[in-house]
């Protein structure tokens, strides 16, 4: 008989995920979602126009889904008692709080799912001990006592909370968590001050990013990101993340590789992962494709600016709702500019541009050919290019003033923002713009 997860969307079962017994994965939808006149698709790779789906694209979705450090999935096997690593298993064993509308349970877990809900507080000092350890483990897991399941994909460790009146708590059953922190990666040095700059200087640049701070916790630095899959609502208001009162929701979202449905494992263009046409090509279909088109290739000349060569198909995504898809926020941005060691010729951007990786290496002709492959005007593709490097050596002052009267003051920050304008001036000169 084979195994079944229920999938539910804001409290509504919208499908099945179900495991035969040779672990093949397929996923159903009901047909009272399909029904419904605000229905939207679990992931683009598995449309409404099919009411099942077979295991390639229900194994990518869910597996986007789960932590990708093996060390990660191997610590919640062992506090869960689980006999394998498989995504069904790890889905099962966290999946009430995901990214996205999307919770993921077993059945005879479902109604105590919908009674459960609440937070938990979590004093500053146990949190910091927790994020300490979350540096070498990226596995640990609950913080208080009978504490929700959720999981997040990625690599790098981090801890999904719900962050109230400057107070951190731990939700429960239905209830969404708000916020995400993100710890320091301990080999590189004011690595948090790295995203939320980069983050920050996008926004100055008028590229949407999701909201970020720098918060003390135990007197160590660590990133808090608003989550832009969350709104706060009082009945047709929508309120700040932060504000008390009304309820939180859950929007759908999913990344490029879930989208594409393909592997975490494949996230690299490299490794076979989606480059720039396919998420272009993707984008065409969106529900406003000459914004979006124009937003991704405005984030894919950013990173090449900033080097910010991490910049894979799961760090973007498209939000989802029943009429359409739209290009979501930029989020985990880091620049590789301040580390002098890593900034040998030999090193490459996650996404070809015209087919050429290596970042010393890419010149105008790539772009124009990069351009071609998108269909996408090369006139319009230089002009925000010209835009982004006259703009950024300013943009990139203002930020590090902004984070320097915020506390930031790590040599890295000054180094970064100097090396953008380092940047900006030898790509002028060497694309002749």
Known sequence: MDKELVVLVNETVLGFLRQARNGRLSFCYTDEWMARIDAFPLSLSMPLALREHSHHVAHAYLNGLLPESDAARRAIARHYGLSSTTAFKLAAAMGEDLAGAVQVVPPDRLNELKRRQGTALIPE???????????????????????????????????????????????????????????????????????????????RLGLSACRSEIVRIHDKPNIVVWRYDRQRRRGARVLELTETGGSVVRIHQEDMCQALGVEPVRKYQEDGGPGMKAIMALLSGSGRPTADRRRFMAACLYNFIILGTDAHAKNYSVLIDHSHYRLAPLYDINSVLPYESRLDGSRKLAMSVGGQNKWRAIALRDWEKAADECGYPFDELVDQLTKLLNAAPDAAASVLNSCQAAGLDSPILVRLADQIARRCGKLKRSFEL
């Open 125 to 203: 000092a146990r949190l910091g001990r927790y994020l300490d350890e979350l540096k070498t483990n990226p596995g640990a897991l609950p913080i208080t006592e009978d504490a929700g399941r959720f999981s997040l994909g990625g690599v790098q460790a981090k801890k999904a909370v719900y962050w109230v009146n400057n107070k951190w708590y731990e939700p429960r059953g239905r209830t969404p968590s708000t916020h995400i922190i993100k710890p320091p990666i301990p080999w590189l040095d004011a690595q948090v001050e790295n995203e939320h700059f980069c983050l920050r200087l996008a926004e």
